[in-house]
């Protein structure tokens, strides 16, 4: 689940550089809600939180087809943030899914070592 934090760390930055870079306009402003949304995310996933992957997996997708959805309109974001989005969030969803799939570790499913 390591790797999907990073992609979700990157979502995030992204989120909160296309609100940058839109001028703080009321679509950029927008993009702060799932930036922080993401950060939580992530801070529960390297917190080992499992659950969150599952909770991850669902919003990676539906902000992917949201970017997409973006991307193919006219806005005040940058296409190129939305297209960047779009990448990251596809990787994420697919190392969560990889995650997930495979279950937990033995190390963390024996966390006393016994």
């Known amino acids: ?3 999907a934090t990073y992609f979700i760390a990157v979502s995030a930055a992204l989120h909160g550089v296309g609100c940058i870079l839109s ?3 009321a679509q950029g402003l927008f ?4 930036a ?5 995310l992530w801070v529960g996933l390297t917190r080992g939180i499992r659950g969150m992957g ?3 997996l669902f919003l990676m997708i539906g902000s992917a087809a949201a970017a997409l959805s973006n991307a193919l309109s006219p806005s005040t974001v940058p296409d190129g943030v939305f297209w960047a989005i779009v990448m990251v ?6 190392a969560l899914f990889a995650a997930i799939w495979r279950g ?3 190390d963390a499913a024996n966390p006393s070592g016994a």
């Open 1 to 3: 689940m390591k790797s």
């Open 23 to 25: 001028g703080f306009s």
């Open 31 to 34: 993009m702060l809600l799932p």
């Open 36 to 40: 922080l949304l993401f950060a939580g």
């Open 54 to 56: 599952w909770i991850s």
């Open 89 to 94: 969030n596809i990787a994420a969803a697919g």
């Open 104 to 106: 937990p570790t033995a």
